[in-house]
């Protein structure tokens, strides 16, 4: 009995304890919520309040040991919105795991430390605040009071630096993606004593060399991958690196120098090399890397001075499962596979300079899953007799080699069922594309076969690859229709097929089964009909080209809808109607061309309606080449941008509207926007059509617009003063219409202007000798019957001399601002003082 009164009190007295520290957590969970989160738009926290019943343990976030303590607090992905305090949470007694990942919590971070003996030690052991929007300096020593801290992530924000030194027991640091810059933190991580095993410094903007290990270092994986750093390697850095050095990644930085001889000492536990993209050189790979024998991952790719033959000690590695040099200068055959085939999973070779085909050898490789070869010179029927051994294959890319004959479809089909993407462009294979693919290839996503010489039509059945993706047989020799089968496909992103010899009328199927389509190039064809109503309805179209069909009626209705379209290409048809006052409302669209069509009507003003609104970033990366033609009226139009994914340049430039219009330019490149936002169309072609009325001034409001070509119309009224404002333009075009007036003389200011043509007009006056306008030829003035000076002969003989115009001679010392061919590469390089869309050479 005695022993019954002695328990009752202690229960009760642990029962008070318990509720005690339940309501010191609930306060101090309270307290963060109010110091932290000003807003909560999907009410995660509407549960935190005072005057709720029992333990927090019940409260969202919250999990509670056995005995009732709060020991994690998980409230990431909440879209919590506030200036991060974290004075109240430090102090809960047995906290040991903190998330707040995915929010929008900010600040510099900076906590109070208390002074009072008796608050309770940190408790925190791992600690998320990734992706969130923390910005500036970390406060020295950060978090040093959780002695016990084990793991602290805070990718994904703004940081620039600070918060060293770290605790003691720290022994994972993820500060990636921010914009550290911090030397010091750089050099504490790696050349103090501490106890650091995890360091990942990825995607930040740290600068100069790399430094080298502490002797006392523990670094078992650094990854500084995606910075701004240069110079040489450090020499021992992978030979003096800690014993438990497993895993470093240099790549995409500026480091450079010959590492043909580079010492990896005896790198027994290495086991991830990424030294790709930087500027390493040197002839082959560094012998003592064969010492390396545990590596899983070893990538060099994007160094291009890399040269030599493969090196063949490659072919002892038993635990490599990712091999990769592509982007370099590799020469010769490729090596037998020896025992890379007993773990090899992904092997890229591509965009070297690699003869001969792949050896028997790798037909073994039973876990192969990608293999890419592209962009080599490889020949032979290694596809049928090599590859298709392979039944893991699930990524093939062999583009832009020399392979011949008979495409191999049947038999990849049949031996590799498990295929997602095939990638055979650019090669010379012929035949037809089998009907049944698609029952043998059940996972295909991917089917690429554009610049071959297939022949035949597309089979309906090619609407059973229900992944199917994307589909680009463009520049090949098909012929047919496009069966109803294939716009149906519920997952299809892109539809190329331009430059073959399809007919009959584009079916009114689009986008009828979802809205995924985002890419419908299928100009270079013999279409007939009208454009089909249905492509309204795929609202994420970003590239349209109809062009050089024979496409007759107008344009459907609807096109404002298309927000996301960049492009749109219906030029080189039978058009006819208004041109369409809604494509101003398309906010992305930065190209339209409309030219060699039959429409009438006005230029509406409502096409500047984006002038402003426009966004960048939506073509961006693509591959693409521009066409500028210098043969005037036997060109039509400004130039064309060509879908270029998968085509030699050489092949191009057999296409029919090339050969007709030498001499041209052909640039190629990748997209690139020079603008973020406030941005505007860059490319309005209107030429070679009915057009009537005048010019609208409100074009004037497209601040970004490279090329306007609004010749070969039946324009009237004078050039409009708002031109002069189009502080970008490199082509003005206006020639073969009745326009009356003189030349505004703002266009002379117009410093990246490179060609100019006004002729044919009903223009008159002086044309101005301010900037560059005298330094055009008189071709582009000629045939207006009250125009003088400058180029033209001088006005005080026009009316002797009529409209004889001969070249005037242009002042000594004065020479063009922009030559004639700046045209081509102001518009495809995005010189012109950054405006509009540029392609970048590579």
């Known amino acids: 009995m005695a022993c019954f009164d002695l ?42 309040r005072n005057d709720t019943a029992g333990s927090p343990c019940a409260w969202a976030g919250v999990s509670c040991s056995d005995d009732g303590h709060l020991r994690e607090l998980n409230l990431s992905g909440m879209s919590l919105v506030g200036r991060l305090h974290l004075d109240a949470l430090l102090s809960l007694p047995m906290l040991h795991s903190l998330d707040l990942r995915g929010n929008a919590f900010h600040g510099n971070l900076s906590h109070r430390h208390s002074s009072r003996r008796t608050a309770p030690p940190c408790t925190l052991m791992d600690v998320d605040l990734s992706s969130n929007a923390l910005k500036g300096t970390l406060p020295w020593a950060f978090l040093a009071s959780c002695r016990n801290l084990v793991s602290l992530n805070l990718s994904r924000n703004t940081l620039t630096g600070g918060g060293f030194p770290f605790p003691s027991s720290l022994r994972a640091l993820d500060v990636s993606r921010n914009k550290l810059s911090d030397a010091g933190l750089l050099n504490y991580s790696l050349t103090a004593c501490h106890g650091i095993q995890y360091l990942n410094f990825s995607a930040n903007q740290f600068t100069g060399g790399l430094p080298e290990f502490a002797r006392c270092s523990q670094v078992s994986v650094l990854d500084l991958s995606g910075n701004l750093m240069s110079g040489v390697l450090p020499a021992g850095i992978v030979s003096m690196a800690p014993a438990n050095f497993t895993h470093l990644s240099i790549a995409g930085n500026n480091f450079s120098g010959d590492i043909s001889r580079y010492d990896f000492g005896g790198c027994k536990n290495l086991t991830v090399l990424d030294w790709s993209y930087n500027k390493l050189s040197g002839m082959g790979l560094p012998s003592s890397l064969a010492n390396c024998r545990r590596l899983e991952t070893l990538d060099m790719s994007g160094n291009r001075l890399l ?4 090196p063949r000690f490659l072919r002892a590695f038993k635990q490599l ?54 962009s080599n010179q490889l020949s032979g029927d290694f596809v049928v007799t090599v590859i298709s051994k392979i039944s893991s294959l699930r990524v093939l890319r062999l583009p832009f080699n020399n392979i011949t004959g008979a495409n ?69 020799l098909l012929i047919g229709q496009i069966p109803t089968e294939v716009l149906l496909l519920p997952r299809l992103v892109d539809l190329v097929m331009w430059a073959n010899d399809f007919s009959g009328e584009i079916p009114d199927k689009l986008c009828s089964s979802s809205a995924t389509l985002e890419t419908l190039v299928i100009s270079y064809n013999n279409f007939t009909g009208s454009i089909p109503p249905s492509i309204t309805r795929c609202v994420n179209l970003i590239w349209v080209s109809l ?50 069509n039959s429409f009438s009507g006005t230029i509406p003003p409502q096409l ?4 402003g609104l426009t966004t960048g970033g939506v073509v961006s990366g693509r591959r693409i080449a521009f066409l500028r033609g210098e043969a005037g009226n036997i060109c039509p139009g400004a130039g064309v941008l060509f879908e270029f994914f998968g085509i030699r340049p050489e092949r191009l430039a057999q296409l029919p509207a090339v050969r007709s219009c030498a001499p041209t330019e052909i640039y190629t490149g990748t997209v690139f926007y020079t603008f973020n936002y406030n941005g505007s169309m860059i490319f309005l072609d209107l030429s070679y059509n009915r057009l009537t009325g005048t010019i609208p001034s409100s074009l004037g409001n497209m601040a970004y617009l490279d090329v306007l070509n609004l ?18 333009l490199a082509l ?60 033209l002969p001088p006005c005080s003989q026009i009316n002797n001399r009529g409209n004889g115009h001969e070249p005037q001679h242009v002042p000594d010392g004065h020479v063009p601002l922009v030559s004639p061919s700046g045209l081509g590469v102001g518009l495809a390089f995005g010189v012109p003082a950054g405006f509009g869309l540029g392609i970048l050479l590579l």
């Open 547 to 596: 062009a050089s069909n024979r496409l007759t009626g107008s344009v459907p209705s609807g096109f404002g809808n298309l927000q996301k379209l960049a492009i749109l290409q219906l030029h080189k048809n039978a058009l006819s109607g208004k041109v369409p006052a809604e494509l101003g409302s398309c906010n992305s669209l930065v190209w339209l061309d409309l030219n060699s």
């Open 408 to 476: 191999p479809l049947p038999t990849l089909a049949f031996e590799c069922p498990l295929l997602e993407v095939i990638d055979l462009g650019s090669n010379a294979l012929d035949g037809e594309i089998m009907p049944d693919l698609c029952s043998s290839l059940p996972s295909l996503q991917r089917l690429l076969l554009p610049n071959n010489h297939l022949v035949g039509t597309v089979s309906p059945s090619l609407g059973s690859c229900s992944n199917l993706e994307s589909l680009d047989l463009s520049f090949n």
């Open 732 to 791: 003005l075009d206006l020639s073969h219409n009745q326009l009356s007036g003189t030349i505004p003389p703002g266009l002379g200011g117009l410093h990246f202007l490179a060609a100019l043509d006004v002729s044919n007009n009903n223009l008159n006056g002086e044309i101005p000798t301010s900037g560059q306008l005298i330094t055009f030829p008189a071709s582009d003035f000629e045939n207006n019957s009250g125009l003088c000076g400058i180029p």
């Open 321 to 374: 499962k990712k091999l990769a040099l592509a982007g370099n200068s590799f020469t010769g055959e490729i090596p037998d596979a020896g025992h890379l085939c007993g773990t090899l999973t992904e092997l890229d070779l591509s965009s070297n300079q690699l003869i001969g085909g792949l050896p028997a050898s790798f037909s073994r490789c039973r876990l192969l899953e990608v293999l890419d070869l592209s």
């Open 7 to 48: 328990a009752v009190p202690v229960l009760l007295l642990q029962l008070v304890r318990t509720v005690a520290g339940a309501d010191n957590e609930a306060a101090a969970l309270l307290a963060f919520k109010r110091a932290s989160v000003t807003a909560d738009p999907r009410g995660a926290l509407a549960g935190w």
């Open 608 to 611: 500047a309606a984006q002038a």
């Open 307 to 310: 040269s030599g033959p493969i």
């Open 711 to 728: 010749g070969h119309n039946n324009l009237t009224g004078e050039i409009p003063e708002a031109l002069t404002g189009l502080e970008g």
